[in-house]
């Protein structure tokens, strides 16, 4: 089978179009062909060799992680038969590759007539988009920030804060056709994070101060978040894409403000059940389309450089899908 790797950090053309065995699946484990997979910005982070965003080191050579929609081919030993046929998705460490092996834990079984674009959101995007809005204890009727709104997780927390009765929904994005987008989304006011300015049209749109922010960039932006709080808001953190963590004074929160973060590896551990539901909880609102995935472009697996150059190039709006 074809898998994608690299064998050194640097630029999208390290990516290597690899052969490598079939893998086995093992206890608890099944065996899926890929259909598409949905592509994570945080590997371009990896591949360059970004040591302040490494949670999980890894040695080199490494795989890129992903968002697989696939049929199960086989499952490992004390695994449930009865899911060889089934169309699924799951999330995987080693995802650009003709066949991957899935926790069957993990998997989240694919409604029909579901597109694959939405139903790689299943595994990963949308329960971390769901995750950081009730970790930020988000209230019918209070007014929402979402960071990088036009993202693979962004676009989604637009939509679930609507669908979970925010009142207000400002999202910020880069460009014009961007703010269109993240609009389009449901959200109720774009601006544009790039101007200096943004905290202040931010206070425009929400005089009393934002609820809930959510925030995946980190530096600078999660700093300047904070004056943008009412009186007991929270700002979630989940991400570094600008490369930098950030940090805040302790200080900054004694005008009853609060910070939390979020991973979706650390919620499944603490409490596999919730995480369960909340996947059911999803896939409910996929089927009912109330949550769509936006896909901004398909492309070869033999093209994957292309997907991490267009990831770099923050242009993508939604998702961007590999396919075998």
């Known amino acids: 089978m074809r898998r994608i790797r690299y064998h050194s950090y640097g630029s999208p053309e390290v990516l290597a179009l690899e052969e490598a065995p079939v893998p086995d699946p093992k206890a608890g484990q099944v065996l899926l062909r890929a259909e598409a997979i949905g592509a994570n910005f945080v590997?371009?982070?990896?591949?360059?060799?970004m040591a302040q965003t490494e949670l999980y080191p890894r040695?080199?050579?490494?795989?890129?992680?992903?968002?697989?929609?696939?049929?199960?081919?086989?499952?490992?030993?004390?695994?449930?038969?009865g899911l060889i046929g089934r169309r699924v998705a799951a999330a995987s460490e080693d995802a650009f590759c003709d066949l991957i092996v899935a926790d069957a834990r993990w998997l989240v079984p694919?409604?029909?007539?579901?597109?694959?674009?939405?139903?790689?959101?299943?595994p990963v995007a949308a329960p971390v988009a769901l995750g950081v809005l009730r970790a930020g204890?988000?209230?019918?009727?209070?007014?929402?920030?979402?960071?990088?709104?036009?993202?693979?997780?962004?676009?989604?927390?637009?939509?679930?804060?609507?669908?979970?009765?925010?009142?207000?929904?400002i999202a910020t994005a880069s460009t014009t056709a961007k703010l269109d987008f993240v609009r389009a989304q449901g959200a109720d006011v774009g601006v544009n994070y790039t101007d200096e300015d943004w905290p202040e049209k931010v206070r425009l749109a929400a005089p009393g101060g934002v609820d809930v922010v959510?925030?995946?960039?980190?530096?600078?932006v999660l700093r300047r978040s904070l004056d943008v709080?009412?009186?007991?808001?929270?700002?979630?953190?989940?991400g570094a894409a600008s490369g930098e963590l950030g940090s805040i004074p302790v200080t900054d929160l004694f005008a009853l403000r609060s910070v939390t973060g979020f991973s979706l590896i650390a919620a499944q551990?603490?409490?596999p059940e919730r995480a369960v539901k909340g996947l059911a909880?999803?896939?409910?609102?996929?089927?009912?389309r109330l949550l769509r995935t936006a896909v901004h472009a398909r492309l070869p697996l033999t093209e994957t450089s292309e997907v991490h150059r267009l990831l770099e190039s923050r242009a993508q709006l939604g998702r961007i899908l590999a396919v075998p």
């Open 281 to 288: 909880e999803l896939t409910e609102y996929a089927t009912q």
């Open 59 to 81: 040695p080199l050579p490494r795989s890129l992680t992903g968002d697989v929609v696939g049929t199960v081919e086989a499952v490992g030993p004390d695994t449930d038969p």
């Open 137 to 169: 204890r988000l209230a019918h009727g209070e007014t929402v920030l979402v960071h990088s709104a036009a993202g693979a997780i962004g676009h989604l927390a637009v939509q679930l804060a609507k669908i979970l009765g925010a009142g207000t929904v």
């Open 214 to 220: 959510l925030d995946a960039a980190g530096g600078e």
């Open 110 to 122: 694919v409604p029909d007539g579901l597109d694959a674009g939405t139903a790689s959101a299943l």
């Open 269 to 271: 551990a603490a409490d």
């Open 229 to 238: 709080l009412a009186p007991y808001g929270r700002l979630v953190a989940y």
């Open 43 to 49: 590997d371009t982070q990896l591949r360059r060799g």
